[in-house]
Nanobody, 125 residues
């Protein structure tokens, strides 16, 4: 089974950028959809976006698509989340997850089977 491992979080000022990485451990992401979710303290987990590893199609939450971008590096078995113009409201733990959801279920965490431990992103004002 695949085990996602996130990295790249940290502290950044508002307006800055970060790139998070999600590397596949155990096996590649081939055949999986890889999703990014985030959870801020006291709030429910929130869908950020996904990428179909095999075909490269992406899908984003409406509130994220203008500032966030998901891409892959097949040689490194890694999915990236590029975040630009960060705001304090983006402060959260960001998780990546692998699964095989249908198109209509891409935004729902319950359809993702394998989760990373998360990486903290803190945006200061």
């Amino acid at each position: 089974q695949v085990q996602p491992v996130e990295s790249g979080g940290g502290l950044v000022q508002a307006g800055g950028s970060l790139r998070l990485s999600c590397e596949a451990s155990g096996r590649s992401f081939s055949g999986y959809v890889v999703g990014w979710f985030r959870q801020a303290p006291g709030k429910e987990r929130e869908f950020v976006g996904t990428i179909d590893w095999s075909v490269g199609c992406t899908y984003y939450a409406d509130s994220m698509k203008d500032r966030f971008s998901i891409s892959t590096d097949n040689a490194k078995n890694t999915v990236y989340l590029e975040m630009n113009d960060l705001k304090p409201a983006d402060t959260a733990i960001y998780h990546c997850a692998a699964g095989r959801p249908s198109y209509s279920d891409l935004r729902y965490a319950r359809w993702y089977d394998y989760w990373g431990q998360g990486t903290q992103v803190t945006v200061s004002s």
